[in-house]
């Protein structure tokens, strides 16, 4: 096959068309590139091979980084944004510096965006100063695009920036709506492992935007147990609501050393408020140590209705013989605290607790 023979290709008919252009993309035939492009600029009206056109210049010019760069550089408009999808569909790394170069021009937003797609994809740390320089863009979409690969590098120079769009969102005028760039500010810097992120995402676990709070939330939890220690500091404090952000977290991250938190928390304060217990009770269900199934067992006797409800629910997920034969005992006694625990089984749809307890002792299942 001749490479003049592209030129003569809007005269011939659909299968030769198509039988061509498989040619030249399977064979690999680079030196079809300049005559793909003369097609790609003037289509030839028919979409469907239009489109394999441009499939097969995308393929055969991934292979030819020297004449995608040159587009890249003085191709036009059309050529340019061609290239640019292609150095992102295929990661090429040779495209960087051209890309960095072109993302200086005044562009409109929609080609910055696709250069800044295209640079994320390629995923080359020489384009970090790039998302450096668009944290904070007017577009949000291109500001959030640049805050995820910050994060994706794991970029330290950023980090007080990104400390600053989470900060920024809880003023007056912002914490009514969790933006874009906000979300994105908190899962970048959740990438980094420093102790300094993880006190203050702690710090800011009762951010006052809820969604923002959510995400941070989640981010902690995903941190697992190197949260402990910040999320332990957080019960010397005198808030509660933020101490029962912590417990609740601490749940979530479900490892049996968030017990010693937990109980330490119990024992150390003398009054201890009845909705701190609750999430606390609450927590330790989710933990499923042994040491937090005999603390809860001594809860037991819990007279506010709400938290011996929480130790219930908790108890039910990790039952054993011994701790059904002493709720068996303490229903016997037939006082009100026995009319409670009862309540409390039923209330919580304990159906665990209830199916031991129906097997050796069917008359108190009754109740």
């Not at 209330?347 to 665990?352: E, Q």
Request: hydrophobic share 40%; proline share 2%; with cysteine.
């Amino acid at each position: 096959m001749e490479t003049d023979m592209l030129k003569e290709f809007r005269d011939l008919d659909f299968i030769k068309k198509i039988e061509i252009l498989t040619t030249i993309q399977n064979e690999k035939k680079t030196e079809y590139i300049p005559d793909l492009f003369e097609l790609y600029n003037t289509p030839t009206g028919d979409d469907s091979i239009d489109n394999i056109i441009e499939e097969t210049l995308k393929n055969v010019v991934s292979l030819d980084e020297v004449q995608l760069r040159e587009k890249l550089r003085n191709g036009n408009q059309k050529e340019k944004i061609f290239c640019i999808k292609t150095a992102a569909r295929f990661k090429i790394n040779s495209a960087v510096p051209d890309l960095s170069a072109i993302v200086k021009e005044d562009l409109d937003d929609k080609t910055r965006y696709q250069i800044l797609y295209a640079l994320s994809e390629i995923k080359d740390r020489n384009s970090l100063p790039i998302f450096r320089s668009h944290i904070g863009y007017p577009d949000t979409i291109i500001s959030a695009l640049a805050i995820e690969m910050i994060g994706f590098f794991k970029d330290e120079e950023s980090i007080v920036r990104l400390i600053g769009i989470i900060n920024d969102a809880e003023s007056e005028e912002n914490y009514k709506r969790c933006s874009v760039e906000t979300a994105d500010s908190i899962d970048a810097l959740s990438e980094f492992d420093s102790k300094e992120v993880l006190s203050f995402l702690v710090k800011k676990i009762h951010h006052k935007n809820p969604t923002a709070r959510r995400i941070i939330h989640e981010n902690l939890a995903a941190k697992g147990t190197a949260s402990f220690p910040f999320l332990k500091k957080v019960f010397l404090g005198s808030n509660n609501d933020i101490k029962i952000m912590a417990a609740n977290i601490i749940g979530r991250i479900g490892d049996k050393s968030g017990c010693e938190i937990l109980i330490s928390v119990l024992d150390s304060q003398k009054v201890c408020d009845s909705n701190l217990r609750y999430a606390i009770f609450e927590a330790l269900g989710e933990l499923k140590s042994l040491k937090g199934l005999i603390f809860l067992s001594e809860a037991l006797g819990e007279t506010e209705f709400l938290v011996l409800m929480a130790v219930v629910h908790a108890i039910n997920g990790q039952v054993n013989k011994k701790i059904i034969e002493q709720m068996v005992d303490m229903i016997k006694v037939n006082d009100q605290q026995s009319g409670n625990l009862i309540k409390a089984i039923v209330h919580t749809k304990s159906d665990r607790i209830f199916k031991e307890i129906y097997k050796s002792e069917p008359e108190i299942a009754d109740q």
